[in-house]
Nanobody, 126 residues
Framework: VQLVESGGGSVQVGGSLTLSCEVSGYQQRSYVMGWFRQAPGKEREGVAAIYTVGGGSTYYADSVKGRFTISQANAKNTVYLQMNSLKPEDTAMYYC????????????????????RGQGTQVTVS
């Protein structure tokens, strides 16, 4: 199973970027997919998660609510993160993750629960 992120880059404050994450080698639909980020010297934090059951519930970190949107391509293990009104504090390496090892009640599952994780794509806002 391989997760490949794309869409990162450098953008000015207030700009937008859309990250993509494609999962290959995984035949079933992932129960939940998530985006995480890690800035230099900081801990990795959950940014957003989307559940494929229950109507596609989405969850966001407070720091990105109203600015970021997570979505999933129909019938595909591909997840997107639309990022608007970007701020310098959004600068980080962004990672996607798929398929958690145990069911959770909702929210953004911890990074450690995800079975599959990508290598990351850099987002720089200045």
């Amino acid at each position: 199973v391989q997760l490949v992120e794309s869409g990162g880059g450098s953008v000015q404050v207030g700009g937008s970027l859309t990250l993509s994450c494609e999962v290959s080698g995984y035949q079933q639909r992932s129960y939940v997919m998530g985006w995480f980020r890690q800035a230099p010297g900081k801990e990795r934090e959950g940014v957003a998660a989307i559940y494929t059951v229950g109507g596609g519930s989405t969850y966001y970190a407070d720091s990105v609510k109203g600015r970021f949107t997570i979505s999933q391509a129909n019938a595909k293990n591909t997840v997107y993160l639309q990022m608007n009104s970007l701020k310098p504090e959004d600068t980080a390496m962004y990672y996607c993750a798929a398929d958690i090892t145990q069911r959770v009640a909702g929210g953004i599952p911890p990074w450690t629960l995800f079975r599959y994780r990508g290598q990351g794509t850099q987002v720089t806002v200045s």
